[in-house]
C-alpha cells in the first residue's frame, strides 16, 4: 500500500520507443487486465459536461430514450474524425495470487506506460483544451517532434508507420484476450477506434457489435460500477481512485480481501520513469478558513477553473466525505490513518524516499490551477486499473486465481461486464450484439486479417512475445 507513495510511468516516445517497445510487448503479454485513458485534442472533461448538457438535458435522467444515444454516438463520431490522440495511457495489471503469510491480500505486479503520439492528418486544436493541458505540464513541442506517427480510419496499403505503432499495439490487445478497463469509457472507445483501428461504422449498434468481438473477454467501466455501487457520491477517476484506496486499506484491517500493488524498482529508477505520489492524506482537521468547492467534489470539474476561490483538493474533499461517517467507520479509518503515520515515520530514516517526503498537503493545491501537476494519462490509466483491482477484491476475491483466466465470473464482475456508463442516464450501455445487428465490413476485413496472422510479422522484437491466445 506505501508502494502509491512512489507510482512509476514510463514516457514513451519516438526517442525511446525502439528500446522500450519489447517491454510494453512484455507487460501486455504478462497482464490479467489493462487500464486504458486517453488525452485528446478535446478535453474529456470538457467534452461530457457539454454532451450531458446537450443531450441529457438537466431534470431528464430518467428519460431514457436510445435515439438519443444513438444521437450521442453520432456526435461522437464527428468528433472522433474531426479531433486526435496526444497521448496513450495504459497500464498493465499482473495477478500473482494470494500472499501466503498474509492470506487477504492480493498481489499485483503493475506497469504503467504514458506513449506519446502524434496524428498525420489534419485535425482540430481545441483552444482551450491545448491551454489546459500547456498549463497542466503537457509538452507539444515534444508531441509534434517526438510523438508516435499514426493516422486514423482504415489501414493503409503501404503503412509507413508499420514499426512501432499503436495500430499494432491495439492489434496485440484484440490478440491476447484479456479485460480491458476504462474509467468513463464510452468516449475512449470511439476514439480508440477511429484513430488506431478502422473507419467508424455509421451507427451505434454495429459500433457495439464490433467492440464485442474485438474485446471478447470484456469491457469493463470504473465509473459505472463506482455509480452502481453507491450514486449519491461523486464518481470522477480521481475520487474513485482515492476513495478506492481508502476503502482497500479499511478492509486490510478489517481481515477483507484487499489488494497490494507492487512496482518494479528498475521502473523507479528509470531516467524515462516519472514518478508521483499517488497515496492518500490524512489530514488531522480541516484547515480554517478554506472551503471546498460544491461543483468540483461532484463532477471533478469546475467552470471557474483557476480562479474559483474554493478548494479543488482532493484529499480536503475526501477529509469531508470521512467527517460525515459514522463513529465506528472514523474508528477504523484511525487504525489507516496510524498505519500511515507508524510508516511515515519509518520513512524518515530511508534516504531513498527523499521525494515522498516533500509531499506536504496545501488546500490551496488546485488541480485545475496552473502548474499544480502533470497531466499524464499513463497516471489515470493506473488509477482507472487500481480501482478495477479494488473491485474484483470486493466481489470476486474469494473466487480469482493467478492461474485461472480474468473472466467475468472469476473476478465477480458479472453483472458489470461490458457495461458502459452513459452520462446522465440510469442504466448502463450494454455491449452486446443484438439480433438485428451485424459487425461492420471494416471491422470484419480487419479481424478476418488479425485472424490470418497478416499482422504478425510486422511486429518487431515479436520473437519472445506471442500471446498464448491468439484470436
Ligand atoms: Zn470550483
Known sequence: MLSLKRVPCFQINLKNVSEFWPCLLRSLQNAHFIAVDFVSTLLSLHFFTLISQEFSGIGDKNNFKISNIEDRYKALVEIAKSRAIVSVGLSFFRYNGKNANDGREMNY????????????????????????????????????SCGLPFYKGNDKKNDEFDSYSLRLLIIEMIQRKIPIVFHNGFADLIFLYQNFYCQLPNNLQTFLCDLKEMFSK???????????????????????????????MERKFQDKWYVNIEFDTLDLNSPYSQIKDLSCVFLSKKPEGVK??????YHGWCVKGTSCPNSHNIHLILHEKIERKSKKAKQNINKVKKFYEDNKLCEENDEKNDEAKEKTFDPSANPMNVNSGIHS?????FMTGYCFAVYIALYGGDKVDAKTKFTPTNIGLKRFHNSLYLTGKDIPLKVNASSYSRVSQNHKTKIEKIKKGDFINKQPNKNDNKAEDNV
Open 292 to 297: 471546498v468547492c460544491k461543483n468540483y467534489s
Open 377 to 381: 494519462s499513463g497516471f489515470d490509466a
Open 109 to 144: 505486479s503493475v506497469e504503467n506506460y504514458d506513449i506519446l503520439v502524434f496524428c498525420v492528418d489534419e485535425y482540430v486544436n481545441e483552444k482551450e483544451a491545448t491551454e489546459f493541458l500547456a498549463n497542466h505540464g503537457f509538452d507539444f513541442e515534444l508531441q509534434k
Open 218 to 248: 470484456g469491457i469493463y467501466d470504473t465509473k459505472y460500477i463506482a455509480e452502481s455501487e453507491d450514486r449519491s457520491i461523486a464518481s470522477f477517476l480521481e475520487y474513485t481512485y482515492y476513495g478506492r484506496q481508502l476503502l482497500n
